[in-house]
Antibody, heavy 120, light 107 residues
Framework: QVQLQESGPGLVKPSETLSLTCTVS????????WSWIRQPPGKGLEWIGY???????NYNPSLESRVTISLDTSRNQFSLKLSSVTAAEAAVYYC??????????????WGQGTLVTVSS | DIQLTQSPSSLSASVEDRVTITCRAS??????LNWYQQKPGKAPKLLIY???TLQSGVPSRFSASGSGTDFTLTISSLQPEDFATYYC?????????FGQGTKLEIK
């Protein structure tokens, strides 16, 4: 059974870069797409982007200029970097597996989430 | 972006009630619509994918239907563990978007 676990700093200063890592166990990141999704406290879910081990990536246009998702197949991890963060980007950040084929596409496995606060 | 509008935004119901949540898309999304359940402090959990397919391990009291722009999630007989927030999500085109959520509370 695939499991995901986020890790990284819980506090980031405004204008700096948020960096998080998701460790995948029970399965290889050489399959499927690997995604980041965030949720501000008390609010809804926002898709950030995802990446496939082939190098194919897709980002939310609202964040695209500041986001990088990368995969480390040797460590079975993937990471998120979001630059120039603002206080409004404080949220629980989730990593998730994105399963897709010609007829279906969904986020089937999620990490527990990690809260990132943006404050000086 | 495709907007997903859920109704109602909140709902009070009793154990064993039958409840229905709707999700309307701002443009057609075929059946690329998924439903998630989220409990406080937890990650969302996939319930239904491709509009009507029950994810493995999800109780059969959950069902869903729809295509195009209009979708529904039904819980046939509410159990105590079903009180949570429910989100629809479209995977028809990027950016993937979620509905604003429906909070299901105990009456």
């Amino acid at each position: 059974q695939v499991q995901l676990q986020e890790s990284g700093p819980g506090l980031v200063k405004p204008s700096e870069t948020l960096s998080l890592t998701c460790t995948v166990s029970g399965g290889s990141i050489r399959s499927h797409y690997w995604s980041w999704i965030r949720q501000p406290p008390g609010k809804g879910l926002e898709w950030i982007g995802y990446m496939h081990h082939s190098g194919s990536a897709n980002y939310n246009p609202s964040l695209e200029s500041r986001v990088t998702i990368s995969l480390d197949t040797s460590r079975n991890q993937f990471s998120l970097k979001l630059s120039s963060v603002t206080a409004a980007e404080a949220a629980v950040y989730y990593c998730a597996r994105y399963v897709t084929s010609t007829t279906l596409a969904y986020f089937d496995t999620w990490g527990q989430g990690t809260l990132v606060t943006v404050s000086s | 972006d495709i907007q997903l509008t859920q109704s109602p935004s909140s709902l009070s119901a009793s154990v064993e009630d039958r409840v229905t949540i709707t999700c309307r898309a701002s443009q057609t999304i075929s059946t690329y619509l998924n439903w998630y359940q989220q409990k406080p402090g937890k990650a969302p959990k996939l319930l239904i994918y491709t509009a009507s397919t029950l994810q493995s391990g999800v109780p059969s009291r959950f069902s869903a239907s729809g295509s195009g722009t209009d979708f529904t999630l039904t819980i046939s007989s509410l159990q105590p563990e079903d009180f949570a927030t429910y989100y629809c999500q479209q995977s028809f085109i990027t950016p993937h978007t979620f509905g604003q959520g429906t909070k299901l509370e105990i009456k």
